[in-house]
């Protein structure tokens, strides 16, 4: 799924964190990196942040129904 404008990374990255199951960041190459890796989270969004303070867009995928529901729930909310 496309994410686009995410203002608020922190509550974002809880919410990636609550899911069960695997959730990936598919980087422009289509290199994969494991978004529930703090190491990823950190290699990742200080990439994504060296040109601004909120997220413009990325594709993510969340291997559990529930997971993808959690976050559509968040990104239609904006909150957890």
Do not use: W
Not at 2 to 26: S, T, Y
């Amino acid at each position: 799924m496309k994410v686009m404008n995410i203002e608020n990374p922190e509550e974002f990255l809880k919410v990636i964190d609550a899911c069960e199951g695997q959730v990936e960041l598919v980087t422009a190459d289509g290199d994969r990196l494991n978004l529930k890796s703090k190491l990823c989270q950190l290699i990742s969004l200080t990439t994504i942040f060296s040109s601004s303070s909120a997220i413009p867009e990325m594709e993510i995928i969340a291997h559990e129904a529930d997971d993808s529901k959690r976050i559509m729930d968040y990104l239609m909310r904006g909150k957890i």
